[in-house]
């Protein structure tokens, strides 16, 4: 297509320069012409007053009637004087048109005598012959004395001169003009491709975007309307590629939330049947049997009571999920030191069940703007998680600090045990993700950490996990409201 437009534009430039080209030369020749035509013009007629002069002169000094014979008798002598006065050759005829004397007959014999036909019936008239660059011109007319034509004078001028430097003239503004004619048609055609070879760099480009090839490079660095028109096109591609490779992103990004949300439901389902077909079991049997296995009886209560502890705890959890967007609700002035240090003295006894201890290390004053609640249950899951996922008889560290240099207060928990993955701590925030399913307790789903996310967000804080050296630490971070009550 646009090889089309370039052929279009050479073409075109083309047939403008030929025309106008062919236009000057007619106009300069025509130009010519009438210049020339005007100066023989003038020239005869100038001629035709000077031999007008002298034949009167010859007639009055002579005293000789106005007739023909006397032009006749003083024409030998008339033709000779002329011819050296004009430089012209010069014949004169009676009034019927025979030749009386002629300074050179063979220039007037043969030639062409319109002019003189229209001498003898009274007129003035000249006839130009064109042999190459000579130019010679016939001139006849009536020499009239006292209303009286007595004779015809003809004169044969050479305007050779005047026609060559005519043509010198022609020739030299021919090749001027063609020479600027050919430098404008050059200058065009270095135009329509300085125009249309970035063009057709773009044409090519959009079609390998279309054919999908996003990676296309255009380079075209000008500073006009086409160097804009190739930025512009560059930074649709990118914008294009940045788009597609969000939307991919995205896209996987559901796929992974789809398959998460599905493991979830088939986990809760799991998680919820099970404890469920075995409270259902025992109840059964304790209605059939009643006290009468006073042993099977106390086992059957305690499991009962442990499944549906289980129960609550996941039925909590879920709601927790539930109401993360819900909204912040009220906040106020909190000192989480003191949340911190009941938190674990209430999860010690938890601790103490999986034979590991709780060592705290809070200072005073730690105060935040945020919802007791909420933060209370930051805390409880961040232990719960550190007493499930540490090592048997480790100890689990629990430090609250103020972080003066960037204005928050540091929560960290710190716990022995298997390390994850980079690709696991990256992901251990994330809704119904579980690190690590060998170490995963039962009746655990992935929302624990998920909820303490949600709740470090509400809060304005940043939370992050680290695992190495056999150490598992999550550090939470919150902004600090004040360094003591006001």
């Not at 014949?91 to 009386?100: C, F, K, N, Q, R």
């Not at 006894?349 to 709780?358: E, L, N, P, S, T």
């Not at 967000?457 to 050296?469: A, N, V, Y």
Request: overall charge neutral; proline content about 2%; some cysteine.
């Amino acid at each position: 297509m646009f090889r089309t437009i370039r052929a279009k534009f050479v073409v075109g430039f083309f047939l403008i320069f030929c025309l106008s080209f062919l236009v000057l030369n007619v106009t300069l020749k025509e130009v010519i012409r009438t210049s020339n035509q005007k100066i023989i013009t003038s020239d005869l007629i100038g001629l035709k007053n000077n031999s007008n002069v002298y034949v009167r002169q010859a007639f009055l000094i002579n005293h000789f009637t106005n007739n023909d014979l006397y032009f006749g008798q003083m024409a030998e002598e008339m033709v000779d004087d002329l011819h050296h006065a004009t430089s012209s050759d010069v014949s004169a005829y009676t009034v019927d048109g025979i030749l009386l004397y002629s300074s050179d007959r063979q220039v007037f014999a043969g030639s062409n005598t319109d002019d003189l036909k229209q001498a003898l019936s009274g007129k003035t008239a000249y006839t130009v012959t064109y042999e190459g660059s000579a130019g010679s011109v016939l001139y006849s007319y009536p020499v009239v004395i006292d209303g009286v034509k007595v004779g015809i004078l003809r004169f044969a001028k050479d305007f050779s001169p005047l026609y060559e430097q005519s043509g010198r003239i022609q020739n030299l503004i021919f090749y001027v003009a063609l020479t600027i004619f050919a430098a404008a048609f050059l200058f065009s055609y270095m135009l329509s491709r300085h125009i249309t070879i970035p063009i057709v760099k773009l044409t090519r480009a959009s079609t390998e975007v279309i054919a999908g090839n996003l990676n296309v490079r255009i380079g075209i660095r000008r500073k006009d309307e086409i160097g804009r028109l190739a930025s512009n096109f560059g930074d649709m591609i990118r914008r294009i590629s940045s788009q597609i490779a969000t939307i991919a992103r995205d896209r996987d990004r559901l796929k992974e939330l789809n398959e998460q949300e599905k493991r979830f439901f088939d986990n809760v389902t799991h998680e919820l049947k099970t404890p469920l077909t075995s409270i259902l079991g025992y109840a059964e049997i304790i209605r059939e049997n009643g006290e009468s296995d006073r042993a099977f009886f106390e086992k059957g209560m305690n499991h009962i009571v442990e499944e549906s502890r289980r129960l609550h705890g996941m039925v909590l959890n879920l709601l927790e999920m539930s109401q993360r967007n819900a909204g912040r609700g009220d906040v106020g002035l909190v000192e989480t030191g003191g949340i911190l240090r009941d938190v674990c003295d209430a999860m010690a006894i938890r601790a103490q069940r999986y034979k590991k201890r709780i060592a705290l290390d809070a200072a005073d004053g730690l105060y935040v703007l945020g919802q007791p609640d909420r933060l209370r249950q930051l805390f409880i899951n961040l232990l719960d998680n550190a007493i499930k996922y540490s090592s048997p008889r480790s100890e689990i560290s629990v430090r609250a600090e103020a972080a003066s240099d960037r204005g928050t207060v540091r929560f960290a928990f710190a716990n022995q045990g298997p390390e994850l993955a980079p690709e696991q701590l990256a992901n251990v925030f994330e809704p119904f993700y579980s690190a690590d399913r060998r170490f995963k307790e039962e009746g655990s789903v992935g929302l624990g950490l998920s909820i303490v996310k949600s709740i470090v967000d509400d809060h304005g804080g940043t939370i992050r996990m680290t695992s190495q050296d056999g150490w598992t630490s999550v550090s939470a971070e919150l902004p600090a409201a004040g360094s003591e009550r006001t």
